[in-house]
């Protein structure tokens, strides 16, 4: 996958998140390339702790740059099951590699069901493409 376009294996939100699905009940989560490249260089990132809930359109961290913090929005209802502790030593890793080594957390919800119609609402990479073209 290219580090810089939309995936077609991935889901968007119009807050700039992704959202890979990496299970019948997980997914992956992160800011999209466009949102990195929008807010400059990270210097900084907050995260929910293992274990907490987050809802969807909440605010569940920050992302802190040279030129301003954005909130990351929870994009569904889930439990988080894993943040990526790599960021704390290295949150420069949102701008070199959003899709991959830059990921921010892991959520897991309660059934499969629920997960495909959250997944549902979400944009695909055409859908994503159109509102961050021009």
């Known amino acids: 996958m290219s580090d ?3 995936s077609a294996d ?3 939100t119009p807050e ?3 959202v890979q699905r990496i299970g019948p009940t997980a997914v992956r989560v992160g800011i999209t ?3 990195q490249g929008q807010l400059g260089d990270v210097v900084f990132v907050q995260l929910p702790a293992v274990g907490d809930e987050v809802t969807v359109g909440s605010s569940m961290g920050e992302v802190e740059s040279t030129k301003s913090v954005s909130d990351v929005f929870a994009p569904l209802t889930a439990k988080v ?3 990526n502790d790599d960021l704390d030593s290295g949150p420069e890793k949102v701008n070199s ?3 991959t080594e830059g990921w921010l957390v892991e959520l897991e919800v309660e059934s499969a069901e629920s ?6 609402q979400m944009l695909d990479a055409a859908g994503y493409a159109e ?3 021009g």
């Open 16 to 18: 700039h998140e992704w």
């Open 4 to 6: 810089t376009s939309p």
């Open 97 to 99: 590699g959003p899709y």
């Open 115 to 120: 997960l495909d119609e959250s997944v549902s």
């Open 33 to 35: 390339d466009y949102a």
């Open 131 to 133: 509102i961050t073209a």
């Open 81 to 83: 099951v894993a943040v």
């Open 10 to 12: 991935l889901f968007y």
